[in-house]
């Protein structure tokens, strides 16, 4: 009997050695060391041993059983660890292979312009004001003395939702938005969209930007217009550039003026870009007319104001050359990506 148990230790050892997958560990745990294996068979004899013989057998008995069993214990860790190792080996990833290119977007040349002029205005003390789209007749024209008949009104011809109610032709309807509702000192930017029935080519659209500003205080001077202005067009351009201020009329605005800039291209000398004008239009500007300021109840005896409206389009198309406004709207990335 105890050659028989030996045997079955040898044999269980050798075929364990050559086991290679967990399953077949149970089915080896089972021939060997179950109910009906072939230890428990011998064990079963163990009636037929004298008594001496029986606690040595025994003992014997347990001993290969405990054998067999770390045995299998230990191939199952080994058989564990392999299997895993072949998981890592086979979901390992190849970091030498190039990556997929992520395309990130940037911002639209009009808007980096915009904030650009945002940040030049904050750092002169200016809040950002914001003013609607959608406004009244009363707001866009006639609070800035531009009554119904008023010939001004048919060069801003615009689109009508009702009599009363259009789409802003310019942001200076923000400047009556705001001095109806705070006191002077006021210094504001409102950059935003205005609308004009106009029909596209290289120079209109009828959905464009404007930025308009406006500075209400006692003593409130040309000289400051004149000064604020070319603080943000020499910030914008450099140093070199150079303004030039023309009388003009504005019925929100006396006196009135518009703002040129000496034309990026040529330097003055006249070009195509400036149609041999040496010079580009950039805005309408003047100081606050009373009649405006007295329409929001501010006394025009004691405060004065200056307003500018500037043509966002045109900015960026100076800053950049873009020598047609359509370009700004096709959003063709080719186009975009220059910038
Ligand atoms: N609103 C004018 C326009 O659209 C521009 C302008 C001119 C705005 C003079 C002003 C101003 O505030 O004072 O052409």
Known sequence: MKEQLKKIEELAKAELASCTEIKSLDELRIRYLGKKGELTAILKQMGKLSAEERPVVGQLANKVRADIEEALSEKLSALKASAQAAKIAAESIDITLPGKPQTIGKLHPLSKVENEIRDIFMGMGFNIADG???????????????????????????????????????TSSVQVHVMETQKPPIRIISPGRVYRSDAVDATHSPLFHQIEGLVVDKGIKMSDLKGTLEMLMKKLYGN??????????????????????????????????????????????????????????????????????????RMVMGRYSINDLRLLYENDVRFLEQF
């Open 240 to 313: 070199n550039c150079k303004l030039r201020f023309r009388p003009h009329h504005f019925p929100f605005t006396e006196p009135s003026c518009e703002v040129d800039i000496m034309c990026f291209n040529c330097g003055g000398k006249g070009c195509s870009m400036c149609k041999d004008e040496g010079y580009i239009e950039l805005l309408g500007a003047g100081m606050v007319h009373p009649k405006v300021l007295e329409g929001c109840g501010i006394d025009s005896s004691i405060y004065s104001g200056f307003a500018f409206g500037l043509g966002l389009e």
């Open 132 to 170: 609607p789209e959608v406004d009244d007749d009363y707001h866009v024209f006639e609070a800035l003395n531009l009554p119904p008949d008023h010939p001004a009104r048919d060069t801003q011809d615009t689109f009508y939702i009702n009599d009363k109610i259009l789409l802003r032709t310019q």
